[in-house]
């Protein structure tokens, strides 16, 4: 009689333990279980998500944009008349759609490229993503394709005519009278002032004054010297850099610089 108790009392202390076991590996059998009629609310593992699904839930960050305003670093004393903006676009379904003053519609397929900066003023629109640079004025007939050194930070300074994208290494100017992209390589030199008036541009630098022509596309240029800039003044026919005791005068109609002692 004893030993049958003890085998009963074994048998019950076995069941016990498997009963428990079960409860702790399997959750959602604890007596819980949704009745017939009523769906388990609870998110799927990712586990049984499709590829596809798994590829977008674990896709990178978008790429932030490095694009920012360039500030001038000189002081620029130019007269500027009043500008209007006389063209714009809007973004489309992967597309951007620049408005001509003459009503011209053109535009450009952003597929595969990310924004990183738009901007209209005057007479042109620029575009920066990160494969191209674009731009668009309101003699163009399309928008303008040139590419970018690959780098990821860029600063951008608009003019009326002309639009300059620069990086650590290259300038990337806009022509709005011959809607080409032309690139400046810089040599070991920091960019200190962009101007633009009329049909030319001015370019300040650690090195360097720039003077470029926009419908010859010609460039003008003179070196500092190891002296700095620190004033500047666009005219309709001349300009001046002004270096302390120093003036260099750019003038239009020999397309030369002289420099004058301003002491005498």
Not at 91 to 110: N, R
Not at 170 to 176: E, W
Request: proline residues 3%; contains cysteine.
């Amino acid at each position: 009689m004893r030993n049958l108790l003890y085998v009963m009392i074994r048998f019950i202390l076995v069941g016990f333990m498997f009963t428990s076991w079960y409860v702790v590996a399997n959750p959602r059998n604890d007596g819980n279980e949704p009745r017939q009629g009523h769906q388990d609310t609870r998110l799927t593992p990712l586990r049984q998500l499709t590829p596809e699904a798994n590829r977008i839930l674990n896709a990178p960050p978008p790429v932030q944009s490095h694009v920012t305003t360039f500030e001038s670093r000189v002081t620029d004393r130019t007269a500027y008349p009043y500008i209007q903006t006389t063209l714009n676009f809007v973004e489309g379904h992967l597309s951007y759609k620049a408005f001509l003053s003459d009503g011209q519609e053109i535009s450009y397929s952003t597929r595969g490229e990310h924004i990183w900066h738009s901007q209209c003023y005057g007479d042109l629109c620029i575009l920066v993503t990160n494969k191209n640079l674009l731009g668009v004025s309101n003699s163009s007939s399309e928008w303008e394709k040139g590419h970018h050194f690959g780098e990821e930070r860029y600063r951008v300074a608009m003019g009326h005519k002309a639009a300059l994208v620069m990086s650590e290494r290259k300038l990337y100017l806009f022509n709005s009278y011959t809607n080409h992209w032309e690139t400046i390589s810089l040599e070991q030199e920091i960019i200190r002032s962009f101007a633009n008036l009329y049909d030319k541009v001015a370019i300040t630098t650690t090195r360097r004054m720039i003077v470029i022509d926009l419908p010859s596309e010609t460039q003008f240029e003179e070196n500092l010297l190891l002296r700095g800039i620190y004033q500047f003044e666009m005219r309709d026919a001349f300009i001046n850099f002004y270096s302390g005791d120093k003036l260099w005068m750019f003038r239009h109609q020999t397309q030369n610089f002289e420099e004058v002692d301003l002491m005498d």
